[in-house]
C-alpha cells in the first residue's frame, strides 16, 4: 500500500511526532515505533522518490551513500560502531513503507536470524 504524503514525509513535515536524533537538508533519521534491536533508527532520506533502496541506488547513488554515512555516525554515537543496515524490498520481505528507509540495529543482536 502506498500512502502519499508517507508516514515518514509526514514525520518530516513534524506533522506526527518522531524522536529525531539525526537531521540534515537530504537525510533524517529517528527512533523506530516498535525496535526490534536495543537500537534501531530508521535513516530515510526526505524525499519521497524513492520507494526502495534500488529505485535509490539507481536514482541518486550519492543519497545512497550519505545514508550508509549516517548510519556508520549513529552506530558510533548510539552504540558500539557495529550494527546490521536493513532495507526491506517489497512486501512479501516485509516492507510496510514505501519511501525507501534503513534500519540501523545496534546493540545486541539475537544470534541466527538476520533482523525482523
Ligand atoms: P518496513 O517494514 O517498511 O521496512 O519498516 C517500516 C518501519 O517503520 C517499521 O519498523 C515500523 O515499526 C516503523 N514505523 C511505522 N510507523 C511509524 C511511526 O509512525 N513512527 C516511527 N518512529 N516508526 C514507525
Redesign the pocket.
Known sequence: MTETPS?FSR?IARE?P?DVVFENDRVIA?????PKAPVHL?VVPKTEKYANVVELATGDAALLVEVVAVANQLAIDYSNGEFRLVF?TGESA????FHV?A?MLGGQLAEGTLGD
Open positions: 508516514i514525520i506526527i518522531a529517528f527512533r523506530d515505533i516498535a530508521l526491506n516485509g516492507q510496510t513503507i528507509h534500519h
